[in-house]
């Protein structure tokens, strides 16, 4: 069995055309009639003629092209495997996420899909946009108010709340001012933050660092505060930690986004997991 005649049959059947099945599987016109001639010797017997410009098939046509039928849906179906085994799923995200929710998500989906690979940018939000419509990432991961920019795009979407996290062993109760570990001033969150609360507060900021997870660190040695989103904040004990809510007169969110005509396996495993939390919603481009 020749596989190459046998996929220039199923395509001039398919296309009722030698010039089409030529010009699609990038052989000469002369090429695919040979193909067919020697598909006709293989099996001994004629498979099909034409008549007023249409391709006929025999009855011993049929039946080659039943199989052939089989063969190319069993040829398209290993090629997708092949594929998928070596897709690269592309995340983009922003530093604070990087070392936090991202880890939680991508070590999920490393324990339910062992085979899955994955590659993670950090950049700046507009740099992710970026990437993301260039198709140099199959997905981005923010925190920041609601994004307007999803006219192209699936949207997954979360709310997040704040706190004042203080370690137990520098509480006071009604303190005159706050010595505050604050993220640096490219994050929106803690730019919310001081707008509403720097007067009230009597804010003073000790150290600003890009990453919550090393504010987390500090919070135990030192006496300060930090106010930090609440999805940053639940692995610091209660035992240890005071845990103060604290909301902002603008709604945060966690985001997800993608082109949705641009979804493989690998992305309908991170959605399929990431729709499992409750607190997500979906809005689906316009």
């Not at 996929?7 to 398919?14: R, T």
């Not at 998928?84 to 936090?100: D, Y």
């Not at 590659?119 to 997905?139: G, I």
Request: charged share 25%; with cysteine.
């Amino acid at each position: 069995m020749n596989f190459i005649y046998l996929q220039s049959f199923y395509h001039v059947v398919s296309t009722n055309s030698y010039s089409k099945t030529a010009n699609q599987l990038g052989y000469s016109q002369s090429n695919i009639s040979y193909h067919i001639h020697k598909l006709e010797e293989q099996y001994g017997q004629e498979l099909l003629f034409k008549r007023k410009e249409k391709i006929v098939l025999t009855k011993a046509g049929e039946l080659v092209f039943t199989f052939a039928q089989s063969l190319m849906k069993e040829h398209h179906k290993l090629l997708n495997q092949l594929e998928q085994k070596n897709e690269v799923l592309r995340i983009g995200t922003i530093e604070s996420l990087s070392s936090s929710l991202m880890v939680t998500y991508l070590s999920k989906l490393r324990q339910l899909y062992p085979e899955m690979k994955f590659r993670v940018s950090v950049e700046d939000e507009q740099t992710l946009f970026d990437l993301l419509a260039k198709d140099e990432l199959d997905l981005i991961f923010i925190f920041d108010e609601m994004t307007t920019n999803t006219m192209n795009y699936v949207h997954l979407y979360a709310e997040e709340t704040f706190e004042l996290v203080t370690h137990k062993k520098n509480v006071v109760d009604h303190p005159e001012s706050y010595e505050m570990i604050l993220t640096d001033n490219k994050c929106s969150y803690r730019k919310a933050f001081l707008e509403q609360y720097r007067s009230a507060m009597n804010i003073s900021i000790v150290l600003e660092l890009a990453n919550p997870e090393d504010i987390k660190k500090l919070l135990s040695s030192g006496n300060e505060t930090a106010f930090l989103p609440k999805y940053a904040t639940k692995d610091l004990s209660s035992q240890n930690f005071i845990h103060s809510p604290l909301p902002l007169n603008k709604p945060f969110y966690l985001q997800w986004l993608f082109a949705d005509e641009k979804k493989n396996s690998q992305l309908d495993k991170l959605i399929s997991l990431l729709l499992e939390d409750p607190h997500y919603e979906v809005k689906i481009k316009r």
